[in-house]
Nanobody, 125 residues
Framework: QLQASGGGLVQAGGSLRLSCAAS????????MGWFRQTPGKEREFVAT????????LYTDSVKGRFTISRDKAKSTMDLQMNNLKVEDTAIYYC????????????????????WGQGTQVTVSS
């Protein structure tokens, strides 16, 4: 089970920090990630982190602005979002893959088996 929190309303240029708490089987995911979705569009990859190593991957549009991290002891994953832009407005979902997901699939929507409920991020101009 995944529980996301931390969304809200912020002005462009501001910051938000999203958190995701993992429990049960999801705590054994190889990769944990964040996706986002806006009305009428497909859910898109934002960032992912390999739980054991901490290696991360970002979509180009958020590189240098977003940072994904995880706390293995607490089974939590965070997404620090800085210099937010209006186009970052979306519902953000945390998700986890299976334990044997291969590295090359870590940014693919289909690789993620467990999903949180989503948290709204709204960036105003």
């Amino acid at each position: 089970q995944l529980q996301a929190s931390g969304g809200g309303l912020v002005q462009a240029g501001g910051s938000l920090r999203l958190s995701c708490a993992a429990s049960g089987r999801t705590s054994s995911s190889r990769f944990m990630g964040w996706f986002r979705q806006t009305p009428g569009k497909e859910r898109e990859f934002v960032a992912t982190i390999e739980w054991s190593s901490g290696y991360s991957l970002y979509t180009d549009s958020v590189k240098g602005r977003f940072t994904i991290s995880r706390d293995k002891a607490k089974s939590t994953m965070d997404l620090q979002m800085n210099n937010l832009k209006v186009e970052d407005t979306a519902i953000y979902y945390c998700a986890g893959t299976g334990g044997r997901t291969i590295y090359s699939q870590r940014s693919e929507l289909s690789a993620y088996e467990s999903w949180g409920q989503g948290t709204q991020v709204t960036v105003s101009s």
